[in-house]
T-cell receptor, first 111, second 113 residues
Framework: QKEVEQDPGPLSVPEGAIVSLNCTYS??????FMWYRQYSRKGPELLMY????GNKEDGRFTAQVDKSSKYISLFIRDSQPSDSATYLC???????????FGDGTTLTVKP | DADVTQTPRNRITKTGKRIMLECSQT?????MYWYRQDPGLGLRLIYY???????NKGEISDGYSVSRQAQAKFSLSLESAIPNQTALYFC????????????FGPGTRLTVT
């Protein structure tokens, strides 16, 4: 079983919809929880990260971490066609020096 | 100019050939990483380096080797390429202590025929 499992998608939504992207994990030692966005033919770029449990908001994006359930989510409000990309969750232990990535969910937002 | 660059961007090679992928960075980061991405399989770590003298194997290091020539340069070699090494390869960097924030290069698309 993989340490990080991500809802596979693909996901297609109309513009303006609320999008929920989700990952589960099995390693209790994970403390940092990241979301990367990858546009077609580009390298991933960090969208936001959360340390330990809780919520973090950045504009239209909200990251949630529930360590008791080993479950993380990324919500996108008022989705835009420019949000169309593959979203990768990633997690790491403190001072581990490396991250473990999910397989990614491809999102398409239709005008 | 891009902070993390990879060369070549595309490469087609034959089974059994040796090939080197190169990564350079101008971010001044100590830590560098090589990942492989296959369709539907996310990013898998091949090797990572904390500094020039500290290199570690990732989850899929078999068939690969690396060289950290300088703080800014990290090369990945396939000694004898095989078709199942066909993939997209990414280099990334991070600062020590902020491994959760990695900066990726544009990727190298490698095809082994």
């Amino acid at each position: 079983q993989k340490e990080v499992e991500q809802d596979p998608g693909p996901l297609s939504v109309p513009e303006g919809a609320i999008v929920s992207l989700n990952c589960t994990y099995s390693n209790s030692a994970f403390q940092y929880f990241m979301w990367y966005r990858q546009y077609s033919r580009k390298g991933p770029e960090l969208l936001m990260y959360t340390y330990s449990s809780g919520n973090k908001e950045d504009g239209r994006f909200t990251a949630q971490v529930d360590k008791s359930s080993k479950y993380i989510s990324l919500f996108i409000r008022d989705s835009q066609p420019s949000d169309s990309a593959t979203y990768l969750c990633a997690m790491s232990e403190t001072n581990a020096g490396k991250s473990t990535f999910g397989d990614g969910t491809t999102l398409t937002v239709k005008p | 100019d891009a902070d993390v660059t990879q060369t070549p961007r595309n490469r087609i090679t034959k089974t059994g050939k040796r090939i080197m992928l190169e990564c350079s960075q101008t971010k001044g980061h100590d830590r560098m990483y090589w990942y492989r991405q296959d369709p539907g399989l996310g990013l898998r770590l091949i090797y990572y380096s904390f500094d020039v003298k500290d290199i570690n194997k990732g989850e899929i290091s078999d068939g690969y080797s690396v060289s950290r020539q300088a703080q800014a340069k990290f090369s990945l070699s396939l000694e004898s390429a095989i078709p199942n090494q066909t993939a997209l390869y990414f280099c990334a960097t991070s600062e020590a202590g902020t491994d959760y924030e990695q900066y990726f290069g544009p990727g190298t698309r490698l095809t082994v025929t």
